[in-house]
């Protein structure tokens, strides 16, 4: 049986993991590329066949020592290559310097990009930031991206974003693809100091992906997926990751995974989320590997292979994914997880996630400190990680802090804050909490020894929703209320209906109470009792159930 993303407990001792897919929410990230820096120009008859290479360097020779610019700089293109002279990056530099020195806009840029790369020349980004912005100056579009790469990020210029926008419009302007990529990126949002304009950003990105700029493309895909300047269009968007997927480009790959996966403007597959997710995943995109080491793990779309699964899954981590640091984590914990293989290693990669401000892992680092599991134990620690990931909306982990304020473990006992928190969690659907907080209520204790107010209708009412969900305790006490009649008129064909539900999940105590009221039954109210748990069908609950606090770990039991 498969559990969903958000709330899978241990998910390695279920032996399935989530084919969600992580990392990908259809939001614009500035830069889009992985390599932000225009590379070296390139003059179209620089480097020509590799049969008249050798002709072409002796005729660029001939008239770079006669002081012709463009000739110096395809000399020191050609010496960058290692075509038809060997290869030899300070021998390209100084026929650069020597170009640039005459005010080639394309040489400036060419000595420019090796200072910045450090290639034929000791780097030293402040001296290419000079050369950079003399090639701008000249309207050199390539040297106006990387100038406004520079002030983005504040390499040797100030930080500006508006500084960089305005030199990223007029690379824009002149046609230069990645230039419109990055105007639109500080267009769409999310820049300081720059005002949104998500319409003009995706005009922006329409003209660098018209001209086949695969981060464009994806950008127009994001764009029509989000909503962002355009109706959302599911189908323009996988159209335009498509385009950039098929260019190579590992971020759409993974996101034509996911269309392929969740069914966003294609029939959804399997096998093609996986075809794409391992493209990504092979490029090292870290949420590729996740998502393709997932769909391993589980035999989704792929043959099932938990070693390779694992692995990418680690590859992940490594890169840090902070889902990815979870599951590896609970690969330490092992399948018994009342008995952690690892978990001084586990609270490692829970450590991990916990700085991505995961959820899960806080609780999970809490469950360890808690128990002493692998680190010093800590009710504090435990505390405060509980209610952090309360805090942020994880039913798991406000029924965890609702166990520690009732058990006074790490703060005084305060048992309405802990009802508090079991409410929360079972508003929530937590089928655990909903247990507790019925059996809380319908006996009036905590289930170890302390007392709580007694409320029975209250008591039953979340009895009665963790017991049609199929939860096997409260069914047994669901069962018991009907036997004695608490809250409601007596019913022993109900009762014997709910023990003997809550008996096919093995559930011990129903076992007992169903054999005893056995003997108060007719054998026709034993057929109907029967016939009324086969016809049972659990409703499905809305929140994945997870055990953040196995029994006689944090959370106290209750009574049964």
Known sequence: MKIALCLIFFAASSGILPSVSYGFQAQL????????LEKRFVPENAVGKEADADQKAQQFRADADRGVAEARNNLGVLYDKGAGVDRDTSEAVKWYRKAAEQRLA??????????SLGQGVKRNEKEAVQWYRKAADQGYAPAQYNLGIAHFKG??????????????????EAGHANAQ??????????????TPNPQEALIWFQKAAERGNAAGQLAVGICHEKGQGVPRDFDQAAKWYRKAAEQGLPEAQAYLGQCYLTGCGVNPDATQAAVWYRKAAEQDLPAGQFNFGVLCYNGEGTAKDVAAGTNWIFRAAMNGIAQAQLYVGDFHIGKDTMSPEHPAEAAVWYRK????????AQERLAWLHY??????????????????????????????????????????????EA?????????????????????????????????TPQNVDEGLKWLRCAAEHGFARSQSNFGYAHEIGAGMAMDLVEAYKWYHLASTQNYGRA??????????LTPEQIAEGKKRAAAFVPKKSKTPQVMGSPDGASTPKTRD
Do not use: C
């Open 29 to 36: 990230a500035f830069p889009v590329q992985k390599d932000d």
């Open 106 to 115: 394309a040489a400036q840029f060419n000595l420019a990009v090796s200072l």
């Open 155 to 172: 390499h040797e210029v100030s930080k500006d974003a508006k500084e960089a926008a305005e030199w990223f419009r007029k690379a824009a």
């Open 181 to 194: 990529v990055a105007l639109g990126l500080a267009l769409a949002g999310g820049v300081d100091e720059i």
């Open 353 to 360: 996630a916990v700085q991505s401000g995961l959820p899960l």
């Open 371 to 416: 128990n002493g599991w692998g680190v010093e134990q800590d009710y504090d620690e435990a505390l405060k990680l509980h209610r952090k990931a309360a805090d942020l909306g994880s039913a798991t982990a406000q029924e965890s802090l609702g166990a520690q304020y009732m058990a006074g473990k790490g703060v005084s006992r305060d048992v309405e």
């Open 419 to 451: 009802l508090k928190w079991y409410r929360k969690a079972a508003e929530q659907g937590h089928l655990s909490a909903q247990d507790y907080l019925g059996s809380a209520y319908f006996y009036g204790d905590d289930g170890a020894g302390g007392k």
């Open 511 to 520: 076992k007992t109470r169903m054999e005893t009221l056995l003997l108060k």
